[in-house]
């Protein structure tokens, strides 16, 4: 994917209010800084402790300052641009619930990050926060002491908030795909906030959305195979990054992409070529693969989305990614609340 720039030039185009800051943490390949900035945000720092995202950014965003920084190992003290930014926002990676961890005798990484983050906005001091990680986190009880930690550090620093599940399918995402948010403002902002309305009309469809690319090689069974892939697409997983190759999901997944006549269990270098014979009675060889590119589209990013690295560090950052269109809905809301705030003086309670 290419031109990444010009797709920057037009979203700031639309945009004819004063840009908001924003510090975005765990930025992955800017799913949802790229949404935030849809929504009106400028950051003035991304952060990620993997190079190959740090590279997928760069490379979209050049005016962007993104820095190759562990979460853990950042001292806001080092980068003041960060302080009293409008929002603190990060895709934190999936955290895991305290009885999984005791029962497999794993580590609690992914719970460090999100109490670096809390304890990020105290030293950031940002109006607003916007934090996305899995639907579990807010739903199931084993997830409770966990989101009791955050309630009791946040309500210290003045900060309301609510947790909730929003589906990317109901925002313009061609994609079944849940997520736990939990959005934080200063004050007593949180009463003026509105979690962001689904969008009227149909679902987007995994056949219209990938007709053409399909189609790009001269492939001449891709309207065939696109009219009967008219549904929105399973979850797509990202895997884990210490192993395995890309593909589309766990077994009931590539069940469920075997039906619309796709191969879950691979991921391809190039669409089909004009003489790929498309047959899924034959099984995995008469399916069609989707490439990085494809998987990419299907979570809401622009085909001028440009991806670095080889292909499965490709589909991780991909698989892993916040949908922008849903991180844009989400960022108009919280903008709304800002913006309409003003000058207004935030008046914390119950501290």
Known sequence: MTGGNAASAAAQGDIDQPQLTSLEICAGMGGLAFGLEQAGFAPVLLLDNRPIACETLRANRPHWDVRDIDILDFDPV????????????????????????????????????????????????????????????????????????????????????????????????????????????????????????????????????????????????AAKWAAQAEVTAPTIVGGSWDRGGADLGPTGAKKTWARIGIDGATVADQVPDADFSWDPVLGRPGLVPLTVDQVALLQGFPSEWVIAGRKTARYRQVGNATPPPLARALGESIATVLRDAGGDPIRVTGT
Do not use: C
């Open 78 to 221: 080092d980068h003041q641009q960060v302080y009293d930014v409008h929002l603190l926002s990060g895709g934190l990676p999936r955290v895991k619930s305290p009885a999984a961890v005791a029962r497999t005798r794993g580590d609690d990484a992914e719970l460090s990050v999100l109490k670096a983050t809390v304890d990020l906005v105290y030293g950031v001091r940002p109006r607003a926060i916007l934090l996305e990680n899995v639907p579990d986190l807010v739903r199931k009880s084993d997830y409770e002491p966990i989101r009791k930690v955050v309630a009791d550090e946040l309500g210290h620093l003045g900060y309301r908030f609510q947790w909730n599940i929003l589906n990317a399918k109901n925002y313009g995402v061609p994609q079944s795909r849940e997520v736990g948010l939990l959005v934080a403002f200063r004050g007593d902002l949180i009463d003026r906030f509105e979690w962001p309305r689904p969008h009227a009309g149909p679902w987007r469809t995994v056949g219209k959305t990938l007709l053409a690319s399909m189609g790009a090689r001269g492939w001449a069974d």
